[in-house]
């Protein structure tokens, strides 16, 4: 409007100045053409300012997705989340590319993921182990909230306490009635420091007055690989034991889980065993802290849209886990909640933290 607007007035003006001012004329012509370029100019970066943004999240994704899973492979959470990711990127239409590192159990692969640029093209596997027990355990390069949930898929239904079949334990107060007279001679493998079944045998431990030695492994795989090949006593861990459980190589002396399972029916909780203790886990995808909420969304969409694969849903029942799911917004409530209850617990059972232990 203002362009017409100064044609109008240019060519009033035209006819009432002399003939001899022509070059005047010539002057405010190219002046009102340099002013038309320049608003045309600021008008094209403006509109690149605001739009963007928004048409780069909409374009997303461009390009490979990198996921790092927080356990060593072959576990259930490496396995789980490797087949969702399998299924999940025929949707977002980019291949997810797997890598692991299970270190600290997974404390180092939320570490490494909370440091990458929100973009959404480096997210975790994980569960909510390393966000909300293992800070509390020991000194980590992060805070529970530095990563953003994206979505939450499973939980685990078997969590085991095992040992091998020509193991003299046959129930767990033998193994503990064991350690009361040996103090730090039975040894237990686990994920790591601050997971589940860790806090679930020191319970164990603190209840009975007991001392044992814990062993950490990057997984519960090479966890469970460690009582096979009888560097440990016991293991706490999770079905990667089943088949050897059925083929009698191990033994199943007690379940850390909330209930019975069904496929040992027979087995006892821990908690009907007099400990009130089980796995509180669920198994998640997370990305960077700032990540936009766009990019959340579409992931969380083809995350949750893979779900209802029925392939996905036979592996978790191989794998006895049941699948759950939260999107965002609830599972970082979840996690906000976790966090504040685990706490708790760890100060009225006075567990110490892994740099106060001599």
């Known amino acids: 409007m203002k362009a017409i607007l100064f044609s109008v007035r240019f060519a009033a ?51 490979q997705i990198d996921v790092l899973i927080g356990y060593g492979p072959g576990g259930i959470v490496d396995v789980s989340e490797r087949f969702l990711a399998g299924k999940a990127e025929k949707i977002l239409g980019q291949p997810m590319v797997i890598t692991n590192n299970g270190g600290g159990g997974s404390s180092v692969a939320v570490a490494i993921v909370a440091t990458k640029q929100p973009d959404g093209y480096f997210i975790a ?67 790591g420091v601050g997971s589940p079944m860790h806090m679930a045998m020191e319970y164990i431990a603190k209840q009975e007055g007991i001392k044992w030695t814990h062993v950490p492994y990057p997984g519960t795989m090479p966890a469970f690989m460690a009582l096979l090949g ?46 009130d203790t089980f796995n509180e886990t669920v198994f998640m995808f997370a990305a960077p802290k700032g990540t936009p909420q766009a990019i959340i969304d579409k992931l969380d969409n083809a995350f949750h849209k893979s779900m209802a694969d029925p392939e996905f849903n036979g592996l978790l029942a191989k794998l006895e886990m049941e699948p759950s799911y939260r999107n965002s917004a609830d599972t970082k409530k979840y996690l906000e909640d976790a966090h504040s209850r685990i706490g708790k617990l760890i100060r009225e059972l006075k567990i110490p933290r892994e740099e106060e232990k001599k």
């Open 230 to 275: 009888n560097h440990v006593t016991a293991q706490a861990g999770a079905a990667e034991c089943v088949p050897y459980i059925k083929e009698g190589k191990v033994r199943l002396l007690a379940t850390i889980s909330e209930k019975r399972v069904k496929t040992f029916p027979d087995v006892p909780t821990l908690r009907e065993l007099g400990y």
């Open 13 to 63: 003006l035209k006819h009432t100045l002399p003939k001899h001012a022509g070059i005047r004329i010539h002057t405010v012509r190219c002046f009102m053409r340099t002013n038309l370029y320049l608003t045309a100019l600021l008008g094209c970066m403006l509109l690149a300012v605001f739009v963007t943004p928004a048409g780069s999240q909409s374009a997303y994704p461009a390009k």
């Open 125 to 191: 596997g994980c569960a909510s182990t390393g966000l909300v027990r293992i800070p509390q355990f020991r000194t980590v390069p992060y805070k529970w909230d530095d990563l953003t949930p994206i979505m939450h898929f499973a939980t685990p239904i078997l969590t085991s306490l095992v040992v091998r079949a020509d193991s003299p334990f046959k129930a767990v107060k033998d193994l503990v009635e064991y350690a009361r007279k040996n103090p730090g001679k039975v040894t237990y493998s686990t994920t």
